[in-house]
């Protein structure tokens, strides 16, 4: 049974930073690709970054990049997604996706897995 748990979020002032966690359980994580999507109050989900099976390619999009960083610990059998920089329209309820293969993309019907997300807030 494949699980996905995300921890990490939580309440932090502008400029700040977290760490969110993604664990995954009943499946080889080294040989999925992780995406960390998020879902702002009243817009669509979006992909923030994801990490390819294939020599940990990452991925990131524009709003997130050079702020946010994508790594994994196969060993440990997570994933983790270091925020930097954090800016209000950062806030968000962030979700991890996994599937089997390396390629990402930014739609979520590609993904099977999904944990239950973790709540960011930015907010001085």
């Known amino acids: 049974q494949v699980q996905v748990v995300e921890s990490g979020g939580g309440l932090v002032q502008p400029g700040g930073s977290l760490r969110l966690s993604c664990a995954a359980s009943g499946l080889p994580l080294d040989a999925y690709t992780i995406e960390w999507f998020r879902q702002a109050p009243g817009k669509k989900r979006e992909g923030v970054s994801c990490?390819?099976?294939?020599?940990?390619?990452?991925y990131y999009a524009d709003s997130v990049k050079g702020r946010f960083t994508l790594s994994r610990d196969n060993a440990k059998r997570t994933v983790y997604l270091q925020m930097n920089s954090l800016e209000s329209e950062d806030t968000a309820v962030y979700y991890c996706a996994t599937r089997d293969g390396p390629d990402c993309s930014d739609s979520g019907e590609d993904y099977p897995y999904w944990g239950q997300g973790t709540r960011v807030a930015v907010a001085s």
């Open positions: 990490i390819s099976s294939v020599d940990d390619y990452t």
